[in-house]
Nanobody, 126 residues
């Protein structure tokens, strides 16, 4: 089974940028999507951006459209999240998740995901 490892988090000032990486190791027979979520203490895990694997289509939450970009490097088996103009309220642990298989599942729904990384902390200071 594929293991996901996030990296690239850290401390950034409001208005700054970070690029997160999600590295997938191991072999998967099929993959429907990989997406990024975030979760602040006491809050639900929130969908940010996803990419469906077969066609490379990308999907974004309204709250991050125009500021965040999801991309992939197939050779490195890595998915990235470029985050620009970060806001203090976006301080959270950022996770990547994978939907395995080929059948449709809604990518914005936490319950669709078969595997998660451990997360990387992003702190945005004011």
């Amino acid at each position: 089974q594929v293991q996901l490892v996030e990296s690239g988090g850290g401390l950034v000032q409001a208005g700054g940028s970070l690029r997160l990486s999600c590295a997938a190791s191991g072999r998967t027979f099929s993959r429907y999507a990989i997406s990024w979520f975030r979760q602040a203490p006491g809050k639900e895990r929130e969908f940010l951006a996803g990419i469906t694997w077969s066609d490379g289509n990308t999907y974004y939450a309204d709250s991050v459209k125009g500021r965040f970009t999801i991309s992939r490097d197939n050779a490195k088996n890595t998915v990235y999240l470029q985050m620009n103009n970060l806001k203090p309220e976006e301080t959270a642990v950022y996770y990547c998740g994978e939907i395995q298989g080929t059948r449709y599942r809604p990518i914005s729904t936490v319950g669709s995901y078969d595997s998660w990384g451990r997360g990387t902390q992003v702190t945005v200071s004011s």
